[in-house]
């Protein structure tokens, strides 16, 4: 799958796994506090920018996913795995990592 953000990636997940554009951390806290980077909770929500064809089944059929390009996200704190490509992190989760999706 071609995505389209600031950039023009190319990634293609495998079977079940999802590719999520993390949102930006916050930069204060609740009370308006700054918060030095080394301070900043990493976010646990983010875009779906790409996704992969859905797991197979037992009998070989392909399940497809819940999630489509374009959904927003949440996702387990300590979910999936971190990429960084250039300059722009991404996570690439399994579609059950995912909590729940924004409507």
């Known amino acids: ?9 190319n990634i293609r997940p495998l079977d ?3 590719v999520v554009e993390n949102t930006a951390a916050e930069d204060k806290s609740a009370g308006g506090i700054l918060l030095p980077e080394t301070a900043k909770e990493k976010p646990q929500n ?3 920018i790409a996704t992969g064809p ?5 009998d070989g059929a392909r399940l497809p996913l819940g999630v489509k390009k374009g ?3 949440v996702y387990g704190k300590y979910a999936g795995t971190d990429i ?3 300059g722009t992190e ?14």
């Open 90 to 103: 991404y996570k690439i989760l399994r579609e059950s990592e995912i909590l729940a999706k924004f409507e």
């Open 71 to 73: 959904d927003k996200v």
């Open 46 to 48: 983010g875009k779906v």
């Open 54 to 58: 859905g797991r197979l089944s037992k």
């Open 84 to 86: 960084k490509i250039e």
């Open 1 to 9: 799958m071609t995505t389209n953000t600031k950039s023009k990636i």
């Open 16 to 18: 079940d796994r999802i």
